[in-house]
């Protein structure tokens, strides 16, 4: 089973001594699901976007009456692609990812993963995002039009326990959620962060509007932090604690 | 002409002491401009959207071959609202922000000023940002839908100088640029950032793709700085800074 999660991934990429993983976790990101494929909002959203309903983003903005009818499951939990957006953006700008020691899993609510490889350089306008990511979940793979390299993998059905194993390669996975033990970015990071250490450790940071993880991705951390006195968004989350971590691996 | 400006604005804001400032100065956000109304690519957007020409926001992911031979005038920096979205959602979900302790304007490289009121729920989803600020550049005001409150307010024609002085009250104006002088966020903060002095620093931080500050905004600065190795992303800048700031603020 390990071996198979990891055989199926065509995206490699090698980095630094002293790296981290961010996962992305039950991120609000996927395609309009079947049940509200007939919904009118969603073919006529579908029909704007010149795209099939089933190529669409699932996005409250446009398909919230559908959701809500259609009694979707965890509904508040969905239809949030412009947090995932923002959460990417965020941890793709920094130094850190830049400089090759950040490795980012996206993990959908759905159970799929989005492999990242390096120097990504991830749309900051919604219009092109959104077109990379029906293209994504369509095709599975996006290449680099310039030299054929893969930017970026879909794949489907992976166990969170399998990501943080044997995907990421983390010995330590770390939630970072408003139900965790209060703390700072600066004290997480010092404690669980090492310049030196090439078992990366794993931080977890919810990709859904709100509430906190459900047991399949709690039950897999090792330990849970609260790093703001009050609840603070996924984006804001990411760049406090990701600078902190390049204070520590880069020594600024 | 001071108190003119004052006198246009119908938004106060009472914030508390030991309070900061942001200026996004030369921000890339403005509605088409009358030199393209009449390209293709813009009529066929505003189609889509359904509104007017002259109502919809210059967009380079749409507007790109109207942009280019139009010959707009200083072209690389404008058409990027997607900019100055992520910088606003970047400051309006700080703490620092949600706690009356920062101040945020939006002034664009067309001179206008958005102010910001308190405890504004910017929207993350750039189709519901993009409906706003049409409405703004429309109307020149937002008002909540509750209680008839101030929330965005559109300014035409202000000096930055008066920006600074008289709207934003500061009297001293840091610019951070790739640039200014070698420094971190952390040191800059220290160095301007008193949690009993209420005369508020204004850090002002480019809204605009690549390249420096022109004149009008850096004559004005008392200070520049970098506070990166490589060059940073606004939104990036944004999140370090105003991190640094709470640090020293609500001594955390």
């Given at each position: 089973m390990k071996t198979a999660i990891i055989d199926r991934s065509r995206l490699s990429r090698t980095l630094l001594v002293g790296s981290v993983a961010l996962v992305i976790a039950?991120?609000?990101?996927?395609?309009?699901?079947?049940?509200?494929?007939?919904h009118m909002s969603v073919i006529r959203h579908a029909q704007k976007l010149d795209k099939k309903p089933s190529e669409v983003l699932l996005d409250r903005s446009y398909h919230h009456s559908a959701m809500v009818t259609g009694r979707l499951e965890s509904v508040w939990k969905r239809g949030r692609p412009d947090i995932v957006h923002f959460a990417l953006v965020e941890a793709l700008s920094t130094p850190l990812y830049l400089k090759n020691k950040l490795a980012v899993y996206v993990y959908t609510i759905n159970r799929q993963v989005i492999l990242i490889g390096a120097n990504l350089r991830i749309p900051k306008s919604y219009f092109r995002f959104e077109g990379l990511m029906m293209k994504l979940f369509k095709d599975k793979v996006i290449k680099s039009e310039?030299?054929?390299?893969?930017l970026l993998e879909l794949l489907d059905d992976v166990p969170f326990k399998h990501l943080i194993?044997?995907?990421?390669?983390?010995s330590k996975s770390i939630g970072l959620s408003s139900g965790g033990v209060s703390s700072t970015a600066y004290e997480v990071v010092s404690k669980?962060?090492?310049?030196?250490?090439?078992c990366r450790c794993a931080i977890v940071i919810g990709g859904?509007?709100?509430?906190r993880f459900s047991d399949n991705i709690s039950n897999f951390l090792d330990n849970s932090y609260s790093i703001g006195k009050i609840t603070l968004e996924a984006h804001v989350v990411i760049a406090r604690v990701l600078y902190e971590c390049e204070k520590i691996l880069f020594l600024t």
């Open positions: 039950e991120a609000s990101l996927e395609t309009v699901p079947k049940q509200i494929l007939r310039q030299d054929d390299r893969i194993k044997n995907i990421a390669r983390s669980y962060i090492d310049r030196f250490d090439d859904f509007p709100k509430g």
